[in-house]
């Protein structure tokens, strides 16, 4: 069989319960439930990381983010980093991008072009880090003038946190498409293998979705769910939480819970699972692309996001030092109709890590020996238990979002199937949860001594975990 193409959609900061498919009732997403149907869905993939690049980097690379030394907003990854798209180029794929990258810094002020890259395999790339018009270089604003359009927002009938956006023919989410639109038929005319990586910002804040998105969802307002926080569930949990649940981003009064009514609460889960339908309406568009090309039968389909959002749950709005499932489950749906099995919701624990040893295996390919994730190739082609992976999953953040913050927020997290423990380092706090019986997270544990037993399982547990993620590169050559 000819090596496989690949399409690689990735949204930005989307949760794992916002599609239909994983039992959103709201939610308007018959594309990507569609592609779940011919495929495996995974209930609980995970990121390395709650932040853009360190994630980014970690499953570009199949390597831990303290591994792959990028494990910060404002980093750039080393140059000597390999990434599974330039190995795939090298053995012949034509690789191709749309949207965001962000592997290096991104800040106007200190990257005033295109964003830095590594020799990353992208022959095609059309980047545009976010909606913003901050370079010159952004090809979504190229696209926009020659339409005659311009970007804007504005407040959503006077809403402070919610705003709406240009309309969707106008929108970076449907540029992101039509250039995998554009890629996809011309690769239909090669013999070449191809992969496509598609990077949406949405559902990213600020929180503006089309209006016409959003409006969808008035006449069901009152029924959406009102964020899952219990009034003083923070009082024992890292100080750093109850600070930003009056402040994301450490920045005051920025979603302070205390100034945020039920109304509000409802709308912007409105505007966020509106900007996911706009998602999925676009990826249909991309997907209806390989089948008009005859090349859906031959082609992965990877659907995930690179992290989730807080959303209010918890008390706390956008990202941080937290690693609750809101910011770190996400959303992973496999397809390939000639080799994947249809049809499959698998329970097994998986990381993003494991998304590059994957590919590689797909391809017919080795494993790059700096990788350190886990290939699904067997359990998505059911030769392998798709109910495990893994016994656990690994994730950290290193003071990955904000330069501000004091004192400097270092967390480590690992979770099996019953149980979650987060560790802060340094200010001797964190978090034990027992997922049967608090699947919301809600109760801390830390400190039972009830507890104390599973508590230490799941501290050597980390343990294990964070010296396993030790680089294996170099590569030893010898005995001695």
């Not at 709650?50 to 080393?78: D, E, H, K, M």
Request: include cysteine.
């Amino acid at each position: 069989m000819a090596r496989p193409n690949i399409l690689w959609l990735c949204s930005d900061q989307q949760r794992f319960d916002t599609l239909g498919v994983y039992g959103n009732s709201f939610a308007r997403t018959p594309n990507l439930d569609g592609l779940a149907a011919e495929g495996v869905l995974f209930e609980h993939a995970y990121c390395q990381n709650p932040v853009c690049t360190p994630s980014r980097a970690s499953f570009l690379t199949g390597r831990y983010p303290r591994t792959c030394r990028t494990r910060q907003n404002g980093q750039s990854i080393p140059a000597d980093e390999v990434l599974v798209t330039k190995l795939l180029h090298d053995a012949g794929y034509v690789c191709g991008l749309s949207g965001k990258l962000h592997l290096s810094a991104c800040f106007p002020e200190v990257c005033t072009g295109t964003e830095r890259r590594i020799d990353d395999g992208y022959d095609e790339f059309h980047w545009s880090h976010h909606p913003g018009d901050d370079w010159p270089t952004n090809e979504y604003f190229h696209w926009l003038r020659e339409k005659g359009a311009t970007f804007t927002r504005e407040k959503f009938d006077g809403e402070q946190y919610v705003e709406t956006s240009v309309p969707e023919a106008h929108h970076q989410t449907t540029w992101c498409a039509q250039k995998a639109v554009n890629f996809i038929e011309a690769s239909s005319r090669f013999d070449h293998p191809w992969l496509f990586s598609v990077n949406f910002y949405d559902p990213h804040h600020p929180f503006d979705p089309p209006r016409e998105y959003l409006e969808r969802y008035l006449d069901r307002l009152d029924e959406i769910p009102l964020p899952n926080y219990t009034p003083g569930e923070l009082d024992d949990k890292p100080p750093f939480q109850d600070r930003d649940s009056h402040g994301a981003y450490c920045s005051p009064d920025a979603f302070d819970r205390d100034h945020i009514n039920d109304r509000s609460h409802r709308l912007i889960r409105a505007a966020y699972w509106a900007m996911c339908d706009l998602l999925d309406h676009q990826v249909g568009r991309i997907l209806e692309a390989l089948d008009r090309t005859g090349q859906r039968d031959n082609t992965i389909v990877i659907y995930s996001s690179d992290h989730g959002e807080m959303l209010g749950d918890h008390g706390i709005y956008l990202k941080g030092p937290y690693l609750y499932d809101p910011a770190v489950r996400v959303p992973l749906i496999v397809s390939m109709p000639s080799a994947i099995t249809k049809n499959i919701r698998s329970e097994a624990l998986v990381e993003l890590v494991d998304i590059a040893p994957t590919l590689m295996a797909a391809a017919g390919l080795d494993v790059h020996p700096g990788m350190q994730g886990r290939s699904l190739w067997p359990l998505l082609t059911g030769r392998a238990d798709p109910a495990h992976h893994r016994d656990d999953i690994y994730c950290e953040c290193y003071n990955s979002v904000v330069r501000r913050r004091e004192p400097k927020a270092y967390t480590t997290m690992v979770r099996t199937a019953t149980h979650k423990l987060s560790a802060v380092h340094g200010l001797d706090c964190g978090e034990l949860y027992d997922l049967q019986a608090d699947p919301a997270e809600t109760h801390n544990l830390w400190n039972s001594p009830a507890h104390a037993d599973i508590k230490t399982a799941m501290l050597k547990r980390l343990c294990d975990r964070m010296a396993f993620t030790i680089d294996p590169l170099p590569a030893r050559t010898g005995a001695w």
